[in-house]
Each structure stands twice: as structure tokens, then as C-alpha cells.
């Protein structure tokens, strides 16, 4: 699997240089959303806002009535938190072109509660007017820079940085999910960091004769729920969800509403963080604690199937993770 | 609570501690050792009137979060002594600035060393953004802004208890930048809440570097007095006219010591990281290795005794 250092820091430099209406804004928090070296080469198109994210999210409302694009920079959770009413009311409601980029979603940071944005894909997709993107690997997030600012409104996206596994060779499409695996015994759908942890648990469980079918989503809003229901049809045993969020209000709330307005009755375990606040530690033992890794997926399988694997620890580790080059369905990318 | 050694001596030691961490880590707080020892050490063995630690020497590991479920839980406020009426209470407003304090919690005999050894490790409690469980810290403050309005909250409810103790909040001066610091020092003084005090390290940095690079705050001292504060400043290295700047009467109103400080005192050699000091990680090997040396020998230690590479 290849890795790819700090995939935003030059797609966004790469896009915004071509857009003068794009503005690259920062709260403090310049270097960790790699934007620290857009700043030093283009200085004109970058403005500093301090550590003040409520007056950042009115100002940007501004920036987008006088015709600009803004790009806010924080972790997610400084995007929507404090600022959330003037997020409703200076850039939601008017649709003001805004792109809230969301730094270390979920778990991926070890800050604690106060850092972790665990319900932003909740609040955010409650939001009239707002798009919601979610990045899953470097290739996604290299495209979601032009890819939100297609958008005719406001958009949030998930971004990972730093160091991130090439999952697809496809760029991000709004709308388009991924059919990463067209299984018949289970539905898996993941976002975000959580599908690499599918792919994982996939390689195994076909070893143990599970057929997974495996849907990547980078589009949260707006949901496409007809084709979750069309592949949910298409399996024996049920959904399972996997998502780096509560999971109440993110994509296992999707999922189950989309199963319940079609009338498909279908199980569902929808794994993430059960109603309860992470705290500070690393990714994996974070993801692992609270449920959210290919082990628990795995299990989350054979209570669906209601058959044991065998697989455990060794078994995930020692899945090679290849990128995902020939997908199954090609239009689905 | 008094301690045996001397406030300096508890400064030196949390320099000390965050340097051989940082060394030992390749990255930590390095710089907020060097603006804020004086105010940590003033505020624990001197500056408040703190009972002796209710909580055990070696921290626990993470006991989970608050929760209905979880009838156990606890915060970190017993580091700081007991909850009754007549002593202080301490909120780290800055919890990034948890490295700091805890080394200040060892140095006044409130933790164990092995504390600072369970640093940002996963299951433990002591970890590198403060939590409202890690050892000291009392409330969730990693969002910066929040804890000067919760302490003139406190502050509020203990005087109408007749608690004689008072409260008080280590600041950090990014927290100026948020418009909330100023509706907390409002909401104080229109309410007359003069049993709530702060000290602010004013050391002129953020995360992007120097402050007036990012965003000027321009005179913030007099930006608290005319929000109704009474302001007293101090050289934040300077231990006597710190303990004169706390002693300034602030009857019906907080009162907020504004403690000017420098982001590398006492680690000069950090000035050639200048101005980006907010989270010290070395280069390269050869910087960490070469830190180790000049540092240590700027804090009179002997250098970190690094594992082979
Ligand atoms: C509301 C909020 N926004 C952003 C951050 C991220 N952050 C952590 S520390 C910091 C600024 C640091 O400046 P200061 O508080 O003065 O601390 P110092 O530079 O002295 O360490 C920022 C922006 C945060 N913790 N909370």
C-alpha cells in the first residue's frame, strides 16, 4: 500500500493557485492543517484569522457576499462547535460559498473529547443547505479540494493529513459512492478511515467464506439512499455499518433511515462510538477501545451470520492491503 | 500545603522535567516550561491556599468518561487538594499546557515521577491535552476560552455558599483571541465577583508562531481593565513582583495578573527555533542530540541519557 505525505499541503496549493477567488483562511492552526507553506508562497491569498473560529465563520459568510471562496482551515471541531450559529446563520442560510475543511475527524487525534469531532457528521447533515464530504484516502483527498468547490453552497468535508494510505486510483465524485466488493452474505458500509479497516477484515473473512459486498462512501450529504437500499436487498444477512462518529446521527442513522422509508426490513449493527465521548490516545488503540477496527467488524459479522470465523488478531495483520486499482464496477467509482 | 523547596527550585524542576521528556519523546511543551515554571510553581506552592492531594501518587488509568453508567467517575480536581469551602480551586485554561503542570504536580509532591512516564500513553489518564480526568486539571479546558467563564461561574456559587476559598485560572494569552475570555471578564465584573482570580502567561505566541504575526491583540491590558478587570502585571520570571502583582486589591471586580514572560527563558538555545516554539519536535536527530547538550547545560542537568540509534 502506498502512502502519501501530506496529500492536501499540494492539492490545495496546486487548485488555489489556478482560483484567485479562492482564499485559504486559518485559526491558528496553519502548520497542522498544512497549509503553512500556501502561506509563505501566497501570502495575498491567505489570510490569517487568529484563534477566534466564531468571527472566521461570520467573516467567511462575508468573503462569500462579496464573491470569494473561502477555504477555512481548522480541526473539525473548531469548525462547527463554538461557531455553530454563526455557521446557520452567516453561512448555511444564505448559502454562502464556504468550504469548511476539517481537520483530524474522529479519533484520528489524540486531543481528548475537546478535540475530537465525533458528531460533526450529525450536526452537519441536520444543516439546510450544506453538502457533506468525507475524505478516505490520499486520492480523496487530493480531489476534494476541487471537488467542494464545485459545489453551489457551503460544504464541510472530513480531510485526513499527514501521512495517508492510496486507497483509489479514481478521484472523489460527489454523489458517487464506491462498490468496493459486490458480496452476497453481508453489507459493509465505511467512510473515512474506518473503510480501510473493512478492506482489512474483508481479506480475512473471504478467507472463512463470508462474501462481503463493501460500499466506500465520500458523499454524506446529500445521501444516496436508493442504492444503499438496492445493495442492503441484495445480501442475505444484513448491514453493518463502521463509521469513525457516534453512531447516532452519522451513517448508521443514514442507513437505517434509508432501510426504514424503503420498507426493507434488514438488520443492522451499526458500529462507532456507542453514545459515549472518546478520550485522548492513539488511532489504533482509540479505534480499537471503542469498537470502530477490523476485529470488531468481524465479530460484528459472525453475530450477523451468526457463524464464527476463526479470525483473530494475526489473521487481520497479516491482510496485505492493495490499491484498489480494478474495482468491480467501474461507473460506481 | 507548603512545600519544603522554594518556588524557584519547583520552577527549575519543571523545566527540567519537560526537558528531559521532550529529549526523551522527541517532541513535548518545551516552550510553555520555559514562559509558564514561575507561574505553576508560584500557584502550588505559594500563591493558593490548596489542601494536600486526595488523590494517589501514581495516577490511575483512564476510568472513563462521565456517564450515568459510570458512578466512579472522577476528575483530576483532587490533585489540587480537597473541595470544601475554605480552599482555592485551579483550572488549567490552556490544557495543552498539561505537560507543565503535571511536572509542577511532582515537583510539589502531588504525583509521582512514573506520572509523567504514563504521558499521552494509551489507557492512561495523564494525558497530553488535559482532560477533566488527567492529575490537576478539573474541568475540560482544550478549548481554549472556556475556563475563565466556568471559573467566574464557580466563583459565583462558592461566594453565595460563603466559601471563603477563591478561584482561580491559569491563562494563556492566545486565549485573548476568543471573543469568550472577554464576555467571561464582563460577566464578572458587572456581577462583582471578586473571588476569582487569573494569572495569564503572556509569553506572545500561538501556534503559528509570534502573535502580532497572526492576530494583534494590541494593549490587552488596558482591553481588561475598560471590560471592568483590575490588572496588575509582572515580569512572570520575576517571583517577587509576581507575589506583589497577586496582592494587588481587587475589591468587586477579578482580577487578572498579566505575567510577561519569554517562550525560551532559561533554554536560550530554543531561540534558534524561534518563532516557531508551540510544539517543540527536533529536525533531525542532530538537533536533538545537539539540544540535549546546550539545554542541559543552560538548567545545570546533565544531558538526557538517549538509547542508541
Ligand atoms: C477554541 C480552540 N481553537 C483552537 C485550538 C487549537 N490550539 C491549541 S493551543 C492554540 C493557541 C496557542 O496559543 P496560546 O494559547 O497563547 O498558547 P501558547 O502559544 O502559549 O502555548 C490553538 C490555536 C484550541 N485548542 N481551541
Known sequence: ?????????????????????????????????????????????????????????????????????????????????????????????????????????????????????????????????MTVLEAGDATEVESIVAEADRVDGPVYCRILRGAVPRLFDTPI??????????????????????????????????????????????????FDAAQIVDHAASVRHGVITLENHLVTGGIGSMVAEALAEAGLARRLIRLGLQDTYAHGG??????????????????AVERLTGQATGIDEDALGAVRIDAVHSIVKAEAL | MRNEKTTEEIARGIRARVFEHTIRNNGGYLSQACSAAEQLAFLYNEGLNLGPSTMPMVPPPFGGVPSADNPDYVTGAGYNGP????????????????????????????????????????????????????PGMEVHNGTLGIGLSTAAGLAWGRKRMGHSGQVCVFMSDGEVQEGQTWEAVQAAAHHGIDNLWAIMDVNRQQCDGA???VMTVGDIATKFRDFGAVVAECDAHDLKAMRAARATPHPGRPLIVLAHSRPTQGMESLMSRFPRLHYVRFKSEEERARMNIEIAAELGVAPVALEAH
Open chain 2, 211 to 213: 502573535m502580532d504575526e
Open chain 2, 83 to 134: 473541595f470544601d469551602a475554605v480552599h482555592d480551586r485551579l483550572f488549567i485554561a490552556p490544557a495543552h499546557y498539561a505537560l507543565v503542570a503535571y511536572a509542577c504536580l511532582i515537583e510539589v509532591g502531588r504525583m509521582a515521577p512514573e506520572g509523567l512516564g504514563m504521558f499521552n500513553r494509551d489507557g492512561s489518564s495523564v494525558e497530553m491535552i488535559g482532560a477533566e480526568h488527567s
Open chain 1, 282 to 299: 492513539s488511532r489504533p488503540y482509540l479505534m480499537k477501545h471503542y469498537g470502530m477496527d477490523a476485529l470488531s467488524l468481524v465479530r
Open chain 1, 1 to 129: 500500500m502506498e502512502m502519501v505525505n501530506r496529500p492536501y499541503a499540494a492539492a490545495f496549493e496546486a487548485y488555489a493557485v489556478q482560483h484567485p477567488e479562492v482564499l485559504c483562511l486559518s485559526a491558528d492552526l496553519t502548520s497542522s492543517c498544512e497549509i503553512d507553506g500556501f502561506r509563505d508562497r501566497h501570502p495575498d491569498q491567505f489570510l490569517s484569522l487568529g484563534m477566534a473560529e466564531q468571527n472566521m465563520l461570520s467573516f467567511a459568510g462575508g468573503l462569500g457576499l462579496a464573491g470569494f471562496r473561502p477555504f477555512l482551515h481548522s480541526f473539525g471541531v473548531f469548525l462547527y462547535r463554538r461557531p455553530y450559529d454563526q455557521l446557520m446563520a452567516s453561512v448555511a442560510y444564505p448559502r454562502r460559498k464556504v468550504r469548511l475543511m476539517g481537520f483530524l475527524p474522529g479519533v484520528t487525534t489524540p486531543g481528548g473529547m475537546t478535540h475530537q469531532a465525533i458528531e460533526d457528521i450529525s450536526v452537519m447533515r441536520t444543516i439546510p443547505n
Open chain 1, 173 to 222: 465524485r460527489i454523489g458517487q459512492m464506491r462498490v468496493l466488493a459486490e458480496g452476497e452474505d453481508v453489507l459493509v458500509v465505511t467512510a473515512g478511515i474506518t473503510t480501510e479497516e473493512a478492506i482489512r477484515a474483508r481479506g480475512a473473512l473471504a478467507r472463512a467464506g463470508v462474501s462481503v459486498r463493501h460500499l466506500h462512501l465520500n458523499t454524506l450529504k446529500p
